[in-house]
């Protein structure tokens, strides 16, 4: 960080995007502006919505730390090319608001932060170790949230009705607070109000537990004890015998009813914490985080020299001379010219095949030895790992986690394009931690390029593992990894560098029609190639007799068809007679044909 340098730091969450802009003077931040804005808790708003709101903030910094509520480890990138879009020129750092509420409160240092807003989340540390309990979004946790207290009242004020039909004080200040009339125009209120509109209702919560209201303090009380139970956890799970206990968040900020609430409580387990509300704003600690990172550390991603001119040089990347004149063309010759390319399909297939032939029996013996198989991909490649991992379940009666796809982005990624989630290694490597990839498993990465940092950090995370790990690519002048291994089965092209992964199966098919467009040519042969790797190995798995599947779930009357025609063929008998063997077997085909 250099004298002078602009630094904004910005922490967003379900009620506000509060904003600080520093500037550096020697070993100290002086603070120039600060501000707030509407909301920006990642999973809750669009990204047009966040850019809008990140585009209200100063233009001329130098860095920026942007951390945003429901900001997961897959979302970094897409935040960051987000950022990049706002501050082209400036360093950019992104993260979750646990990261900055960490920093603000607790510097370097060790401790426990509990943050308790419209959601609430508890973060630990302890050196280099993390700990985090809570935080789980509205749906499924931030117990002790604005959030959560303002449901439990407003189920509280039905649930009094309910039994005694008696209208609580609480019930007419709620309304009130509403503007509303009655419990009918609360329940259609509550049916439509977001996250953000419910815990807005926490102030009259806090209100009315301190004016002495039993039921309404109850809640209150319930809130501090899940909040510090949460925390005992994770100074447990941290051994931190005395540790200093940072409360963040609007809750203990605005209403010291619920702070005297969590240091009571936490007393009992935890005498010898030290509880204190935190000096320094989150957003201050985003500011902090940015200017701590190394001038290196910038997370909108600048490819390399290096790295820009081997996208280039893929071959999937080309311009295809047949197809250079596609606005030109008519329909039937677009026709003609999509089928006469199929060929190099096919020609790549078969220069492949006996490397595909080495991942069917490197496959086989991985399941047969009791591990998995996983496909890693971004975009087309992944959408296509994904659907030929969902098609195994179905079609050879295996379990669901056998065979298993993971793409960048998530399941929001496999129906839209998710911007940027291809571009982080780590979230490659840490989307087959959350899996639990062990060494009998077997991990194929897709990438037609050669070079998707996401499958790249899977790959490198796998191998890591001791997992065993196949390359799956359409460019065949360009590998991942650095050489350093043995090519696997196949031959190599002269002049082509060798992954180090335990195979690389490469499939030439050529620049696309559309130049760049691998869901094309690259996209087919990629599909043919699983769908040869994934049957081959069930059929070494025992699930296919002569080439009929005799471990299909008879889940439809389609199947079930199957199933009686399969059963009619091998054993001799008439159809009938094989549905009735069938439905004695309740319907399960491989104990049906074993019966004698």
């Known amino acids: 960080m250099k004298p002078g340098e602009r630094i904004l730091g910005v922490e967003g969450g379900g009620t506000k995007t509060a904003w600080v802009l520093v500037e550096s003077a020697g070993n100290e931040l002086r603070i120039l502006e600060h501000g707030r804005l509407p909301p920006s808790n990642f999973r809750l708003v669009t990204l047009d919505r966040l850019r809008t709101v990140l585009s209200e903030l100063p233009k001329q910094i130098d860095r920026a730390g942007v951390f945003l509520a429901g900001c997961g480890?897959?979302?970094?990138?897409?935040?960051?090319?987000?950022?990049?879009?706002?501050?082209?020129?400036?360093?950019?750092?992104?993260?979750?608001?646990?990261?900055?509420?960490?920093?603000a409160a607790l510097g370097s240092g060790d401790g426990i932060v509990v943050n308790a807003g419209s959601g609430s989340s508890i973060t630990g540390r302890r050196g280099d170790k993390i700990e985090r309990a809570g935080g789980w979004g509205h749906i499924l946790g931030d117990a002790g949230g604005g959030y959560s207290l303002s449901i439990e009242a407003l189920r509280l004020i039905l649930r009094?009705?309910?039994?005694?039909?008696?209208?609580?004080?609480?019930?007419?200040?709620?309304?009130?607070?509403?503007?509303?009339?009655?419990l009918d125009e609360l329940v259609r209120w509550a049916q439509t109000a977001d996250k953000d509109e419910i815990a807005m209702l926490a102030p009259v919560v806090f209100e009315a537990a301190a004016g002495g209201d039993t039921h309404v303090n109850e809640i209150v009380e319930e809130g501090a004890r899940v909040l510090c139970e949460y925390t005992e956890a994770v100074a447990?799970?941290?051994?931190?015998?005395?540790?200093?206990v940072?409360?963040?968040?609007?809750?203990?900020?605005?209403?010291?009813?619920?702070?005297?609430?969590?240091?009571?409580?936490?007393?009992?387990?935890?005498?010898?914490?030290?509880?204190?509300?935190?000096?320094?704003?989150?957003?201050?600690g985003a500011a902090l985080l940015a200017a701590e990172a190394h001038d290196h550390a910038t997370f909108h991603p600048q490819p390399s020299q290096r790295e820009i001119d081997g996208l280039a040089a893929a071959l999937t990347e080309q311009r295809n001379p047949r197809s250079q004149d596609l606005e030109k063309m008519t329909a039937h010759e677009?026709?003609?010219?999509?089928?006469?390319?199929?060929?190099?399909?096919?020609d790549a297939l078969r220069t492949a095949t006996v490397d595909l032939a080495c991942a069917i029996e490197t496959v086989t013996e991985s399941l047969r030895n009791g591990g998995r198989l996983f496909y890693v991909g971004a975009g087309s490649s992944g959408r296509i790992g994904v659907l030929d991992a969902s098609e195994i379940p179905p079609t050879f009666g295996a379990p669901t986690l056998l065979v298993q796809g993971v793409i960048a982005g998530g399941a929001t990624a496999l129906y839209r394009s998710v911007e940027g989630a291809e571009d982080e290694e780590s979230a490659g490597a840490f989307a087959l931690d959350e899996r639990g990839v062990k060494p009998a498993d077997v991990v194929i990465g897709i990438t037609a390029s050669g070079q998707t940092p996401f499958v790249r950090g899977a790959l490198a995370r796998a191998k890591s593992l001791g997992a065993k790990t196949i390359l799956l690519t359409c460019n065949p002048h360009r590998s991942p990894v650095a050489a350093g291994v043995s090519?696997?089965?196949?031959?190599?092209?002269?002049?082509?560098?060798?992954?180090?992964?335990?195979?690389?199966?490469?499939?030439?098919?050529g620049p696309e029609i559309l130049a760049g467009s691998t869901r094309?040519?690259?996209?087919?042969?990629?599909?043919?190639?699983?769908?040869?790797?994934?049957?081959?190995?069930?059929?070494?798995?025992?699930?296919?007799?002569?080439?009929?599947?005799?471990?299909?779930?008879?889940?439809?009357?389609k199947l079930r068809d199957r199933a009686v025609r399969i059963v009619a063929e091998v054993t001799q008998r008439d159809y009938e007679s094989a549905r009735g063997l069938l439905e004695a077997n309740d319907?399960?085909?491989?104990?049906?044909?074993?019966?004698?």
């Open 587 to 596: 319907w399960n085909l491989r104990a049906a044909l074993e019966k004698p």
């Open 246 to 284: 940072a409360l963040m968040g609007g809750l203990f900020y605005r209403d010291s009813i619920y702070t005297h609430a969590f240091r009571r409580r936490l007393k009992k387990n935890l005498p010898d914490a030290r509880v204190a509300t935190a000096e320094r704003a989150p957003e201050l």
């Open 520 to 557: 094309l040519k690259a996209g087919t042969a990629t599909k043919v190639a699983l769908n040869v790797i994934s049957t081959g190995a069930m059929i070494g798995l025992g699930k296919v007799r002569g080439n009929l599947m005799i471990d299909l779930h008879t889940t439809s009357t």
């Open 160 to 182: 009094e009705y309910d039994l005694h039909r008696g209208e609580m004080q609480f019930t007419a200040k709620i309304l009130h607070a509403l503007s509303l009339n009655n």
């Open 487 to 509: 090519p696997a089965a196949g031959e190599i092209a002269a002049g082509t560098a060798v992954s180090t992964d335990d195979l690389l199966i490469t499939l030439p098919v």
């Open 73 to 103: 480890l897959e979302d970094r990138p897409i935040l960051s090319h987000l950022c990049a879009e706002i501050w082209p020129g400036a360093k950019i750092i992104t993260g979750n608001d646990r990261d900055s509420g960490l920093a």
């Open 334 to 346: 677009l026709v003609q010219l999509f089928v006469e390319e199929e060929k190099f399909v096919q």
């Open 236 to 244: 447990s799970r941290l051994h931190l015998l005395a540790p200093k």
